[in-house]
């Protein structure tokens, strides 16, 4: 059996490292997709995350604007996050893994390799956004973090 984690910020990207995911496994395996719902500060502009605009517009949040996600949010976040992993489990149905969701709190990367550590997650197979070097400056690379710090392989996938 093997544990394959997919890490997910409902991007096309994620989702395009989801199905290479599902490729790599079969019966007896387990796929887990975590999404980490990061509460520090964020810049829409400048991180050009499609699940913080997902997130944004379903809060009813002035888009396009630099924010602290108040913890009054946190609650609605994490809804939303868990409607949208039950959709994608969902739609995994032709998947002959065991299908499980997860939602962490805190830097992405940190959490990602966190969950991997504790969990024995044999593969991490995760999405990276080749974004410019300055969100990269800013904040460094999700992918790039992971790879460092996890203590598993790990799969990264490029939308094309």
Same mark, same amino acid.
């Given at each position: 059996? !093997?544990?394959?984690?997919?890490?997910?910020?409902?991007?096309?990207?994620? &989702?395009?490292?989801?199905?290479?995911?599902? !490729?790599?496994?079969?019966?007896?395996?387990?796929?887990?997709?975590?999404?980490? /719902?990061?509460?520090?500060?964020?810049?829409?502009?400048?991180?050009?995350?499609?699940?913080?605009? =997902?997130?944004?517009?379903?809060?009813?949040?002035?888009?396009?604007?630099?924010?602290? /996600?108040?913890?009054? =949010? /946190?609650?609605?976040? !994490?809804?939303?996050?868990?409607?949208?992993?039950?959709?994608?489990?969902?739609?995994?149905?032709?998947?002959?893994?065991?299908?499980?969701?997860?939602?962490?709190?805190? !830097?992405?990367?940190?959490?990602?390799?966190? =969950? +991997? &550590?504790?969990?024995? /997650?044999?593969?991490?197979?995760?999405?990276?956004?080749?974004?410019?070097?300055?969100?990269?400056?800013?904040?460094?690379?999700?992918?790039?973090?992971?790879?460092?710090? +996890?203590?598993?392989?790990?799969?990264?996938?490029?939308?094309?």
């Amino acid at each position: 059996m !093997r544990h394959v984690l997919v890490p997910t910020d409902f991007s096309e990207t994620a &989702s395009a490292a989801l199905e290479h995911a599902v !490729r790599l496994t079969g019966e007896g395996d387990k796929l887990t997709l975590l999404h980490a /719902v990061f509460t520090e500060r964020l810049t829409e502009e400048l991180l050009g995350l499609d699940a913080l605009e =997902y997130l944004t517009r379903s809060m009813d949040l002035p888009p396009g604007t630099s924010h602290y /996600v108040p913890s009054n =949010y /946190v609650a609605k976040i !994490r809804e939303v996050a868990e409607t949208k992993l039950a959709e994608i489990a969902a739609g995994l149905t032709p998947s002959k893994a065991e299908v499980a969701t997860v939602i962490v709190e805190g !830097r992405p990367s940190r959490q990602i390799v966190d =969950y +991997a &550590s504790k969990n024995a /997650v044999d593969l991490i197979v995760m999405g990276t956004h080749g974004r410019g070097p300055v969100a990269k400056a800013f904040l460094g690379s999700v992918a790039e973090n992971v790879v460092r710090h +996890a203590e598993c392989p790990v799969l990264l996938v490029r939308n094309k």
